[in-house]
């Protein structure tokens, strides 16, 4: 498989966490146990970089999370709950207490960031301390969306249009997908490793991968803000210490003050833009473990 030969000494685990789901991960390393997530429309191959490194100190668990990578993808509900950030959240913690590990650290990108966000929210007991790169929470974004926001982030409203109009677009060249999304960023697509864009491609032309990616982002804009503005209204905030890291050169911090954000739904934030765009751990990854080495290190 592609995906190990851009993990050295990781091996592949394939978790069943409900009836018909499978979890598929890479497992390394020695340590306290460090969960991965990743964004789209990518696969946990973005943590090729610094995978091997993060194992040298943790035991890491990467996941391809539900509907991405080689992990299930399951036809959306009705009214997309099983692609909520609440049921992609309960696969990963299925994934970890498969493992043993009742509590963990998180680092988490994009969609994945907001499958960390949910499950510190719903099962605090288990994140000792999380790390989300790139994103503000979602509510705050769907809220203050502004006309450079909408433009920058044109796929969060195409991507949420009924079905089957956007997979069938995406599915008649899932590769241009693939190669427009992540190429029309700051960086264009010279920070990818080919190996890790081949994978990407891979996994987006797999049958049910556009349906997949689609029905996260329709949880994100219906059951997911549901589940939000209910904290919201309980006063459910993070409790666990919470690293924000973001792109200087993408939209996050353009159109956001992403400190202020997560202050409003977390008691102890730190964080702090870095000089990359989205694709932190592909375009910067010695800076990003400068910031989150000592981060998951501190008791």
């Not at 974004?141 to 502004?146: D, H």
């Not at 911090?253 to 008691?267: H, I, T």
């Amino acid at each position: 498989m592609v995906t190990l030969s851009l993990f050295p000494g990781f091996r592949s685990v394939r978790v069943d966490v409900d009836a018909g789901i499978g979890i598929h991960a890479l497992v390394g390393g020695s340590g306290p146990p460090l969960l991965l997530l990743h964004g789209h429309p990518q696969t946990l191959a973005i943590w090729h970089r610094v995978a091997p490194r993060l194992a040298e100190r943790f035991t890491v668990v990467a996941c391809d999370l539900r509907g991405y990578g080689d992990s299930s993808k399951p036809t959306g509900d009705a009214d997309h709950a099983n692609y909520s950030k609440r049921t992609m959240a309960a696969d990963v913690l299925a994934v970890m207490r498969s493992f043993g590990f009742e509590t963990f650290r998180v680092l988490a990108h994009d969609r994945g960031a907001r499958v960390a966000h949910r499950l510190a929210l719903d099962h605090p007991q288990a994140v000792e301390r999380l790390a989300l790169l790139d994103i503000a929470p979602t509510l705050a974004m769907y809220e203050q969306t502004s006309e450079a926001f909408a433009r920058a982030y044109w796929h969060w409203f195409f991507l949420i249009q009924p079905a089957p109009m956007p997979e069938r677009l995406i599915e008649a060249d899932p590769a241009a997908y693939v190669r427009d999304v992540m190429g029309k960023r700051s960086a264009g697509l010279a920070p990818f490793d080919p190996r890790a864009l081949a994978e990407y491609q891979r996994c987006l032309a797999l049958p049910g991968a556009a349906h997949g990616l689609c029905e996260d982002y329709r949880a994100a804009a219906t059951v997911d803000l549901e589940h939000d503005r209910a904290d919201r209204e309980a006063g459910r905030k993070l409790s666990m210490p919470l690293l924000v890291l973001w792109g200087e050169q993408g939209v996050i911090g353009r159109c956001f003050d992403p400190l202020a954000e997560w202050r409003r739904v977390a008691d102890d934030v730190t964080g702090q833009g870095l000089p990359c765009g989205h694709y932190i751990a592909e375009e910067a990854p010695d800076t990003l473990l400068q910031h989150v080495l000592p981060f998951f290190m501190a008791s």
